[in-house]
């Protein structure tokens, strides 16, 4: 049962993304291209998805523990450090010069033509070269969310 | 130019909100990609595997389903070269990993929490994309 709804709520997910725009590399770069030509789009994805989730989230965390996992898995950091903002930077730049981010990019496998593929490859490859570059530094790594 | 679409955007934002909602509700997790592709990449065969198996598989067979219902897919166009896409690709599967997140998981998820971390991550990649867009499009002049 946990799989199939799982496999559902990709399915929303992936359906809000396809819907949004997210998945079309032309508008997610046109809503980064602030001079030129600039279609803002996306703040309204933004805005849609952080109403529901903002609200949607509090009323869930209200239930103590959630339907079908013993508790909430919520990631405990708060202190900023170079990690996280070195590697968001990074993230954007690769973001900028393709036009997916990886939720943006998994529907469109589905459709199947031969530019996401070769992006997904090497997003695969970078997320590997990456964990195995912090594994390599860091023995704690990966610490367990 | 691409059409301003300000209701179906939302349309399609208020939707990721409610699988994300879905998501933390009955499995108790943050709905961000690129740590449950990570997961699915890097972690052994047993039931936090399926679960995130499973959502990725419901992604990818989204848009059979939106044709189905709608009878159209949405248009997709890649305006970067290949090379562009293997480079990005790559800084992008880096990046989100010493990030520790993405679109969904820092933008969506964590802003939502307000998170001091989610927030800062989401503006700084922001930035940096809108920075490289300028770049390629207006000083190199793609």
Not at chain 1, 31 to 40: I, M, S
Not at chain 2, 94 to 104: I, L, P
């Amino acid at each position: 049962m946990r799989i199939v709804l799982a496999f559902a709520f990709g399915l929303l997910f992936g359906c809000g993304i396809l819907i949004s725009g997210m998945a079309n590399p032309a508008k997610v770069l046109n809503f980064f291209d602030l001079a030129g030509t600039w279609d803002p789009s996306l703040a309204f994805v933004m805005g849609g998805a952080l109403t529901v989730t903002a609200i949607g989230y509090q009323l869930v965390f209200r239930m103590g523990q959630p339907l079908r996992a013993p508790s909430f898995s919520l990631p405990s950091k708060q202190e900023l450090d170079v990690r996280l903002l070195g590697g968001s930077a990074v993230f954007g730049v690769g973001w900028g010069l393709s036009g997916f981010c990886p939720g943006g990019l998994i529907p469109v496998l589905g459709i199947g033509m031969g530019a996401p593929l070769l992006t997904a490859v090497s997003i695969v490859a970078g997320i590997l070269a990456a964990r195995t570059a912090i594994r390599v530094t860091d023995n704690s790594y990966p610490a367990k969310a | 130019m691409t059409e301003f679409t300000p209701l179906l955007s939302f349309g399609g934002g208020l939707l990721i909100g409610l699988a994300a909602v879905a998501l933390m509700a009955v499995h108790g997790r943050i709905a961000g990609i690129s740590g449950i592709l990570a997961g699915v990449l890097t972690s052994r065969f047993d039931q936090e595997w399926a679960w995130r198996a499973a959502f990725l598989a419901g992604m990818v067979a989204s848009p059979l389903v939106l044709l189905g219902v709608t009878g159209r897919l949405p248009e997709i166009t890649v305006p970067s070269s290949p090379l562009l896409l293997v480079i990005g690709g790559f800084l992008t599967g880096v990046g989100v990993t010493f990030g520790s997140g993405c679109t969904s998981g820092h933008g969506v998820c964590g802003m939502s929490r307000l998170s001091v971390r989610s927030i800062m991550a989401t503006m700084t990649f922001m930035a940096t994309a809108v920075l490289t867009v300028f770049l390629v499009r207006h000083v190199f002049g793609g």
